[in-house]
């Protein structure tokens, strides 16, 4: 497979072929793979994308939304190529926008594509869901993929952060998964999804943020909750037995 080739999303011949299209998105900190100077320009990038076709849209997101500033043609035609490919250079950029200590306490590590497709890949031969949900959708590498490799599943995404809900809906969008993805802004702990009749798959890679920086009340409803499904749960537990929580 050479660098310029298509590849069947969600594929790799060889781990050569990983690294040498994903080396190409993962740029030392500070610089910009897509070359977007600010948050305020991601955020025109993925409304550019289409962001605003996926529903879910937040007062927050669009207090953002109108105080962006305004991109390039050039950067957009990038980024339509790169997520074509099956990259994700909105997830990219942001990750190279802030640093690692500035994401840390939402826990906002985004994922490799290798580890994704390998979870996918393992998904899918377990079941085939009608709907997919990352409960801490990032910039929407999981749900996008998940779009992929179930072409009929309804995709939801989580979100407490409005600026990565933005970019997940613009590689969304750009991915051509609109009309069946919902971006929701909020505390996963709190997010309610209809009932529906055929099978769920959660999917993704939560946030692993210390107890430290969870309050008191959130720690009580994670021993709470625990104790309806007849569990223990320490109140020192990370973020992400929360999550494990919220799903079960
Ligand atoms: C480890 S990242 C994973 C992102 C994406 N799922 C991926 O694997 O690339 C965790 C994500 O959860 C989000 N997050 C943190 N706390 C959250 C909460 N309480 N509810 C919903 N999302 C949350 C972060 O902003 C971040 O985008």
Known sequence: ???????????????????????????????????????????????????????????????????????????????????????????????????????????????????????????????????VVDPGVGSARFLVNAGRV???????????DPIAAIIARGHIAAAGFSDRTRIILADYRDAVFPEISGRTLYVGNPPYVRHHLISSERKSWLVRTAAKHKLDASQLSGLHVHFFLAIA
């Open 1 to 131: 497979m050479t660098k310029n080739a298509t590849r069947e999303p969600g594929l790799f011949d060889s781990w050569d072929d990983y690294s040498n299209i994903h080396m190409e998105a993962n740029v030392p900190p500070g610089e910009s793979p897509l070359n977007v100077a600010s948050l305020e320009e991601l955020v025109s990038l993925a409304l550019r994308l289409g962001a605003s076709s996926v529903s879910g849209w937040s007062q927050s997101e669009q207090e953002l939304a109108a105080n962006a500033t305004p991109t390039v043609n050039s950067v957009i035609d990038s980024a339509i190529c790169l997520i074509q490919r099956g990259l994700d250079p909105l997830g990219d950029s942001f990750c190279n926008l802030l640093s690692a200590s500035e994401r840390r306490p939402l826990g906002a590590i985004y994922t490799p594509q290798v580890i994704v497709d390998a979870m996918l890949a393992w998904s899918s031969s377990q079941l085939v869901p009608d709907r």
């Open 150 to 160: 179930f072409p009929n599943a309804e995709l939801i995404g989580v979100e407490i």
